[in-house]
């Protein structure tokens, strides 16, 4: 069982979901993103998504396309991520998943890439712009490799193919709320319980659901039906406007505490 099934598992147990922030990996270094990543997990975090800062991030809204930029300008490379990953494993035994674009996973070769992010200690991959067809390689050299292979599904995702992709997913499959690009919204997508609840139809596997949750009062409504919550622009925001780095850790760790003590199900 991969370190994210697991924790899956004894989260069920207590009768919690996961809260699942998003960082971007070198905003505003990496020194601070390891500050910031030990926070959360002290905070109440359940899993950690490394973003792996690409040029063009398709799927990003203005707030982690700005930290991309930034993180870039800092010289981030994806080998910079899994030294970083490397060098936060003994620390932390959360689940760090990447997430990232095919190209930068490509640029390395789909084996080395594998075979680093084992080595170092990396429990998932989610590549936004990558579907199961077309990334058949990269997901099956990290799944030999006990790297979970996680995929997406949104509202427009017909029944047959969020079928397919709740059985091909490892680890979780991440539910994308809404249509358009990540960022803070003020209220949450429409058939978002819908949509989870024929995904459980159909698959066993737990579903986070992102893009667009911004606050402890969206977090606990999905908490209701979902697995697990993903907050990335909210807390990017935050560590964005923090005038040091220790506000930045302390604002980011103080966001997490709030989102997760809203979320346990009674």
Known sequence: MSRISERFRVLRGRGERALVPFITAGDPDLATTEAIILALAESGA????LGVPFSDPI???PTIQRASERALRRKTSLRGVLGLVKGLRPKVELPLVLMGYANTFYAMGEENFARAAAEVGVDGIIVVDL????GATLFTEAEKRGIDAVLLAAPTTTAARREMLARRTRGFLYYVSLTGVTGARAALAQ???????AVRKVSPIPVCVGFGVSTPEHAREIAEYADGVVVGSALVDRIASAASREEAVDGAAR?????KAGMRVH
């Open 191 to 197: 058939g978002i319980r819908e949509s989870v609840g």
């Open 46 to 49: 359940d899993l950690i998504e």
């Open 59 to 61: 799927a990003e809204g």
């Open 255 to 259: 966001f997490v505490a709030e989102l």
């Open 131 to 134: 579907p199961p067809e077309e």
